[in-house]
């Protein structure tokens, strides 16, 4: 009896047992569920967060793109009615947008701070502007002779069609006879209408108020005191054609009336442009004659111009172009040596000459001038002739000292400072 009561006691037990095992792994299994319920949950809740943050992000994208669209449409929408203005200016307002580009020149000249707009007389052409290359010639009257017609056949010619339409020529007619400025403006209204049409040729005409009263300066003779005349109102002219040009294109080019351009002349320049690695150079001399081909960097224009006119009274516009150099790359008591030696990395010289200077008369009335670069024509006919190429280089060698003594005559001509000229030469 007593151990049946025993045997019941452990059955009862082990029931107890079993149910609480049951009960516990029950319990234990819902728990396990419920975490994953819960893990699951979480799980979604990420992704639901991370579709949100997508969703949100391209919302965004679309809202800044949208916004892109509308600035662009606002921004055509302006450049369509600014050109639509613009086209319906009249000849008073173009020249008030002109003369802006000139305002610097009333800092020099007070007789030009009374004159309210400071613009070229006659504008021929259609102002074109965003190009690459300006080309400027700047042409005065002299006389039965004329060379301004071949110059500008020579210089447009002998550009590609791309060329000329990322170029533009600007003639700037720098004298006051009224039938010389209309001589000009008929034969190239007649001989060159397709490019004046297409805006790649311009004229200007430089107004007569512009120049200032120079009868004061220092002057021996009557024979010197026109020269000087001459001399300085050269220089002015210049300066006023680079203020023109300056807003026009990235680069301008310094070319005379008086001039031939070798073939394939802006092609060569622009493919020596490009190679150069350094963006540091002052200009690029593409002839050694004067102040014909010299390249400028347009935005540097206004720096020299304001050179120009401190010292227009002193020297030629070419040996001024020295100047600029030893003002603002020569420190003081640095030997000229090591100037020089910075000076062929910042006043950069392109061998061949790609111009030649083929003018007899000079602009200087009663004076000629015999001028010319040997080796422009000894390239041209070597070209056609196919000789070899040692005496071709012997050749070049030649008449590259011949052409350097030539330009050492005009230059010592002109009464340089002798250490001057030697820097413009090494």
């Not at 020579?154 to 400025?181: C, F, G, H, Q, W």
């Not at 003002?327 to 030997?335: D, I, N, Y």
């Amino acid at each position: 009896m007593r151990t049946r009561h025993v045997n019941l006691l452990i059955t009862l037990i082990a029931v107890v047992l079993f149910s609480f095992s049951c009960f516990c792994i029950s319990r234990m299994t819902q728990t396990s569920n419920q975490l994953t319920n819960c893990r699951n949950h979480i799980s979604e809740f990420k992704e639901s967060i991370l579709r949100l943050k997508n969703k949100t992000e391209r919302n965004r994208q679309e809202l800044l793109n949208a916004f892109k669209e509308m600035k662009l449409d606002i921004s055509e929408k302006e450049r369509d009615a600014q050109n639509a203005v613009e086209k319906k200016v009249n000849a008073s307002d173009t020249n008030e947008t002109v003369s802006d580009a000139f305002e610097v020149l009333k800092f020099f000249f007070p007789h030009l701070r009374k004159v309210d707009r400071i613009y070229p007389d006659v504008i021929m052409g259609r102002e074109k502007t965003g190009v690459t290359f300006a080309l400027g010639i700047s042409t005065v009257n002299r006389g039965n002779y004329s060379y301004l017609k071949q110059t500008l056949t020579s210089i447009l010619s002998r550009m590609t069609l791309p060329e000329e339409k990322d170029s533009v020529v600007i003639v700037s007619i720098a004298d006051s006879n009224e039938n010389y400025v209309k001589s000009v403006v008929d034969m190239i209204t007649k001989k060159f209408r397709r490019q004046v049409t297409s805006g790649s040729l311009e004229v200007i005409s430089i107004p007569a108020y512009f120049y200032p009263n120079i009868s004061h300066a220092a002057r021996s003779t009557d024979d010197s005191e026109k020269l000087e005349s001459w001399r300085i109102k050269q220089v002015l002219d210049f300066c006023f054609l680079m203020l023109y040009a300056q807003p026009k294109a990235m680069y301008y080019l310094q070319l005379e009336d008086d001039i031939l351009a070798n073939k394939m002349y802006l092609t060569k320049i622009t493919d020596f442009v490009h190679n150069i690695t350094s963006n540091n150079w002052l200009y690029i001399e593409f002839s050694v004659l004067g102040f014909i081909g010299k390249l400028f960097k347009s935005e540097d224009l206004t720096d020299f111009v304001r050179f120009f006119l401190m010292f227009y009274k002193d020297k030629p516009i070419d040996l001024l172009l020295g100047d600029i150099f030893l003002v603002k790359m020569c420190t003081p008591g640095e030997a000229l040596e090591k100037c020089i030696e910075r000076n062929k990395h910042i006043r950069i010289r392109y061998k061949p000459s790609l111009f030649q200077h083929v003018g007899i008369q000079s602009s200087y009335p009663g004076r000629e001038q015999y001028f010319k670069i040997a080796v422009f024509w000894l390239y041209h006919h070597m070209a056609k002739s196919r000789e070899s190429s040692d005496f071709l280089a012997q050749r070049i060698e030649h008449t590259e000292v011949v052409a350097k003594e030539q330009n050492k005559e005009r230059v010592l001509s002109r009464n340089c400072h002798e250490n001057n000229y030697i820097l413009m030469n090494e």
